[in-house]
Nanobody, 124 residues
Framework: HVQLVESGGGSVQAGGSLRVSCEIS????????MGWFRQAPGKEREGVASISKDDVPTYDESVTGRFTISEDTVKNILYLQMDNLQPEDTAMYYCAAKTATCTVRSLQAQEYNYWGQGTQVTVS
């Protein structure tokens, strides 16, 4: 049973950077399709980035060039480096995983069956 625990959220001024992490247990990041999602108050959960089992990243156009998804397969941790943060990036950020291969729908929440509890990112 895969378990995910996010950390690293916080508050930052516009233009600043944060890195959020997701510790994975019960599975290995190299054997999972992994994703980062976010949900702002009153809005639907949206896909931010995903990374396939062979380390191919996919990004939503709203974060392309600013966010970078990566994984440390030794420590079994997924990261999301967020640069040039803007107020519209304010949201709860969630880590997600699935054992199936990433597909063209890898930024859709319904594709994933394992979720973390989330970490808050606030940009002012």
């Amino acid at each position: 049973h895969v378990q995910l625990v996010e950390s690293g959220g916080g508050s930052v001024q516009a233009g600043g950077s944060l890195r959020v992490s997701c510790e994975i247990s019960g599975g290995t990041s190299s054997g999972l399709c992994m994703g980062w999602f976010r949900q702002a108050p009153g809005k639907e959960r949206e896909g931010v980035a995903s990374i396939s089992k062979d380390d191919v990243p996919t990004y939503d156009e709203s974060v392309t060039g600013r966010f970078t998804i990566s994984e440390d397969t030794v420590k079994n941790i997924l990261y999301l480096q967020m640069d040039n943060l803007q107020p519209e990036d304010t949201a709860m950020y969630y880590c997600a995983a699935k054992t199936a291969t990433c597909t063209v729908r890898s930024l859709q929440a319904q594709e994933y069956n394992y979720w973390g509890q989330g970490t808050q990112v606030t940009v002012s």
